[in-house]
């Protein structure tokens, strides 16, 4: 008998040929898994840019002229759900939206708030518009949905009706988006790393999930199957389903409810899913959140009730994002500054002064609907502090009645505004709500406390009692600035 080779035709070639195409097939169905050689996104802009940083710097030095300075900035839009596998399996062209970004918003110039001018330096926006994939998406829902926390009821648009909502604590969904930041850019992107001066990647998620896979009362839909299955499609019946009869907000660290949040590294989130969230002063000029203030593809896909092809919105909707994507710039990647000049004081002095109207109990004292706990504000303020700096927090309390131009200002800007809202009973119900105008009040303020001796600005402050004790400091704090304010040396105040 001749003996068997072995050959191509052994069981033993396939039993182990299945075997590594088994493992290698596995091996590839991993969330943020990279392998190597895999075409994964990289932070590149600051190793680009930075011949243009050294070119302007050195003319900049040649040149007094050269004002402002050019500094080159890069911000990442990494859009989530926006491939047909979000809700209303939307699309949107990444391509457009960085060149729309780059023709409507390419510079932005920083100003001082204490002076009203503009820095001397101006930013050159560099755009990377960056589209996930879908086990990056579905990993996300399943993280949000294990999340989230039934809240109550709220209504769903401004003249909506009332559904359940529930809430989702930031801090706990934050490290998936660390995981996704780390698998773009390839860099941890924790901003509490002892290398400071190492530049990491400015990151703006744009995020776009399907309320209906992701709702928490549902408990038969299996998102881990349906993170490599290919997403039907919908139909007109399933898109008007798309908001789930629910809504859902963030709150990070148990702050105020809202749909974006910034998170502990470099990066912040726009959930345009969640919400919509309201909050701020009624009738604003500016500084409040309002039903309309972040866009909805709700509002983008049916318009007046009737369903719009995604070639027609699409111009809208990035217009929509690009106005956003600029208001976080200016807000949260490039603010303007309060300060010309930082202080580098050894001390932080945070009084925090109460006028109040009444006497039936203070605001210090534990127990009370608007009670002040300092010590949970002080606790808070040392978190933010520079290592070594100390930080004293005092409190006192004035009654209103004994300010009388302060009472009289007050008084101005109180404002009345009506709201109608829809009960049970199917009628319009007119409330009536008595705010605070903050501009008005500052105006007056000032004004009234200009002619007056006896208001809490013109007096010695609540602070005062935290003396120093040296004679030389003793000597030099008799100096007084414009206006009789006490000149403070080596402390900063921060009156609340």
């Known amino acids: 008998m001749e003996p068997v080779s072995p050959g191509i035709s052994s069981p033993i070639f396939y039993y182990l040929f299945f075997f590594l195409l088994l493992s290698q097939c596995v091996a590839v169905r991993q969330v943020f898994r990279r392998d190597p050689g895999h075409p994964h996104w990289h932070h590149s802009a600051f190793h680009d840019v930075r011949d243009d940083v050294r070119f302007d710097l050195h003319r900049m030095l040649h040149s007094r002229a050269e004002v402002p300075f050019q500094v080159p900035l890069e911000i990442n839009v990494v859009l989530v759900g926006f491939n047909t596998d979000g809700g209303y399996r939307y699309t949107l062209d990444a391509h457009k939206l960085e060149e729309f970004l780059k023709i409507s918003y390419p510079t932005r110039r920083p100003a001082c708030l204490e002076t009203g001018e503009l820095l001397d330096i101006e930013h050159r926006l560099f755009y990377n518009v960056i589209s996930v994939g879908q086990p990056e998406l579905i990993a996300l829902e399943k993280s949000l949905k294990t999340a989230m926390v039934p809240a109550g009821t709220a209504r769903e648009s401004e003249y909506g009706m009332t559904v359940p909502v529930f809430e989702v604590e930031a801090t706990e969904v934050e490290p998936v988006f660390k995981q996704l930041y780390?698998?773009?850019?390839?860099?941890?992107?924790?901003?509490?790393?002892?290398?400071?001066?190492?530049?990491?990647?400015?990151?703006?998620?744009?995020?776009?999930?399907?309320?209906?896979?992701?709702?928490?009362?549902?408990?038969?839909?299996?998102l881990d199957r349906l993170m490599y299955d290919r997403m039907n499609e919908l139909t007109n019946d399933e898109l008007r389903k798309q908001e789930g009869g629910y809504i859902y907000r963030y709150r990070y660290n148990r702050g105020g409810a809202s749909q974006v949040w910034l998170g502990s590294g470099r990066y912040a989130v726009i959930d345009l899913s969640a919400g919509p969230c309201t909050y701020g002063k009624i009738e604003a000029e500016e500084g409040s959140i309002s039903y309309k203030t972040i866009p909805r593809l709700h509002n983008v896909v049916f318009l007046r009730d009737k369903l719009m092809s995604s070639s027609s919105t699409e111009d809208v909707f990035v217009g929509q994002l690009a106005a956003l994507i600029s208001t976080t710039i200016e807000h949260v990647m490039a603010p303007d500054v309060r300060f010309e000049a930082l202080e580098l004081n050894t001390r932080l002095l945070v009084p925090i002064i109460v006028l109040q109207n009444h006497n039936r109990y203070s605001l210090f004292e534990a127990g009370h609907n608007y009670s002040i706990d300092i010590h949970a504000i002080d606790r808070e303020v040392r978190k933010m502090v520079h290592a070594g700096q100390e930080v004293v927090i005092v409190g006192g309390a004035h009654a209103l009645h004994g300010h009388e131009k302060l009472a009289i200002a007050v008084s101005k800007a109180l404002r009345g505004h009506s709201l109608q809202e829809t009960k049970t009973d199917g009628r319009f119900h007119v409330h009536t709500k008595t705010y605070l105008d903050g501009a008005v009040l500052k105006e007056h303020w000032m004004d009234e406390s200009d002619e007056s001796g006896d208001s809490v600005i013109k007096h010695r402050p609540i602070w005062a009692s935290y003396t120093p004790t040296s004679a030389k400091e003793k000597k030099t704090s008799k100096k007084k600035k414009h206006g009789n304010l006490y000149r403070t040396y080596g402390t900063r105040v921060i009156p609340v």
């Open 182 to 222: 780390s698998f773009i850019f390839d860099m941890d992107g924790d901003s509490s790393r002892t290398e400071k001066d190492q530049p990491l990647p400015s990151v703006i998620f744009i995020v776009n999930f399907d309320k209906v896979r992701m709702d928490p009362r549902n408990k038969e839909i299996d």
